[in-house]
């Protein structure tokens, strides 16, 4: 068998794009460290617009490393509107490192290029790149294409998909198919390529139901390929850019082996990793995001240590403690309807389903009775929105597109994979019918 092909994992370098001809290294400084802040700690549903005045200052400036000297002003210019962003949105950012790292750039840069904190702060003009930019090269070296650069003898990569949508349900790189809680920040994917991370809030207050809000992806600087980009979206703001506002891999020879490709504004992306033969789907369904993800066995279990990847709800799935048993809740469900229709009133979300009524709601996307059609109705019944019906269906399609077993695409068995001393019963264990006939015996001596 031939041993997994070397990949050596560069350690990323990638600056503030864009920044122009003099950016120094303390701006630089500060937005290589700026992702893994925005992952450690998250600002789940926070008002701040940062991340929008970042794009717009990028593409304000995306050809300013090919500026001439007289058209400095024209850059500051942009900085002065990048500045009066910032301050439009200082109250809503407060706390935000993001917004504080900004800050800070702005003024390094302020200074190397001489600008004035007093002048015009009309947009510039969108620039277009020239022929030969990074942006538009499609010469990429064979390493990076993942499938190219696998020898012509080898059997081809072996591809596994994982998917979380709705309330939230994951399916595993194994297809282990599960219900589960984990509210808060949660790592879906973290290897030596990539790292996924979801924030997952309550549905309605005091609900258990959680969804998913927020989702950063950091991709990791790799050989000639990629500078390290990181990709975020939240709650009505899915963004067609990564956070620096460019839409491929940076300035390196095989920067198109990542690029991000709008296919409905404001709903659906999808993000092309060539170099690690990845595609991952992020939607926006209602008001909460879905992932989806393609990724070869090679790249899923590319870690440093296996042992340390406890969390990553891809490869393990989520801990026995915050999976939720589906038929348990079913039931607790069906007696609360039935108590409703005999007794007073009971508390119910907006426009609630009944069993029957979800059943058939789901019916019109999901003819199939699997797993999918099954999260469907327990979207709908725990949370009362229709939405989550079609974040059900949307993520079918996406398996149906991203998943190279196509026998494997329907599970109709939910998986929940509980540890030792936190299982749940589901029978009479076999000591205790060994007990029981014990006891009969002695009793009829």
């Given amino acids: 068998m031939r041993p997994p092909r070397e990949r050596i994992v560069v350690k990323a370098r990638a600056g503030w794009m864009g920044m122009g001809r003099g950016a120094g290294s303390t701006a630089l400084g500060l937005f ?27 593409a304000a400036t995306s050809g300013s490393h090919h500026l001439g000297a007289e058209e400095a002003p024209e850059f500051c210019t942009a900085l002065r509107a990048y500045a009066h962003c910032t301050r439009r949105t200082a109250r809503t950012c407060r706390g935000d490192l993001a917004y504080h790292s900004a800050v800070h750039g702005i003024d390094d840069l302020m200074v190397q290029h001489n600008c004035s904190k007093d002048g015009p702060t009309s947009q510039p003009r969108l620039r277009t790149l020239p022929p030969g930019d990074s942006q538009e090269r499609s010469d990429s070296p064979e ?87 990181v990709y975020q979206a939240e709650m009505d703001e899915l963004p067609a850019a990564f956070v ?61 240590d296996r042992d340390s990847q406890g969390l990553y709800l891809c490869l393990r799935g989520c801990p026995a403690n915050q999976q939720i048993d589906f038929q348990a809740v079913r039931s607790a469900q069906a007696t609360e309807g039935r108590a409703r229709r005999k007794g007073p009133s009971l ?7 009944t069993y029957e009524t979800a059943t058939a709601k789901c019916r019109e996307k999901l003819p ?6 099954q999260s469907c109705v327990f979207d709908l019944l725990t949370t ?62």
Avoid at 35 to 56: A, D, G, M, Q, R
Avoid at 214 to 219: E, G
Wanted: aromatic share 10%.
């Fill in 32 to 58: 290589q460290i700026l992702p893994v802040f925005l992952c450690i700690f998250p600002s789940v549903t926070s008002p701040c617009k940062i991340l929008k005045c970042n794009s717009e200052f990028w």
């Fill in 143 to 229: 390493i990076c294409h993942y499938e190219k650069s696998f020898h012509k003898h080898s059997a081809a990569p072996n591809y596994t998909h994982c998917g979380l949508f709705g309330d939230p349900h994951l399916r595993t790189f194994t297809d282990t198919f599960q219900t589960c809680k984990v509210q808060g920040a949660w790592p879906l994917i973290d290897n030596n390529y990539l790292n996924v991370q979801v924030t997952n809030t309550p549905v309605l207050p005091g609900s258990s139901a959680t969804a998913t809000s927020k989702l950063t992806i950091i991709f990791k600087s790799f050989q000639e390929c990629v500078e390290q980009k």
């Fill in 244 to 304: 620096d506002g460019s839409k491929n891999g940076g300035d390196k020879h095989g920067a198109n082996s990542l690029k991000i490709t709008e296919k409905v504004s404001g709903q659906h992306i999808e993000i092309q990793a060539k170099y690690i033969g990845t595609t991952i789907v992020v939607r926006q369904v209602g008001r909460y995001l879905t992932f989806a993800v393609r990724m070869p066995e090679e790249v899923v279990n590319a870690v440093e």
């Fill in 347 to 353: 508390p119910a979300p907006p426009e609630a389903f």
């Fill in 368 to 373: 199939v009775e699997d797993l999918y059609f």
């Fill in 384 to 445: 009362g929105d229709v939405n989550f019906m079609l974040a059900a269906y949307y993520a079918f399609e996406d398996v149906k597109m991203l998943h190279s077993n196509k026998d494997k695409l329907h599970l109709y068995e939910r998986t929940r994979v509980l540890s030792p001393g936190n299982t749940a019963p589901t029978g009479t264990h076999p000591a205790l019918w060994v007990a029981l006939l014990c006891l009969c015996w002695l009793c009829l001596l």
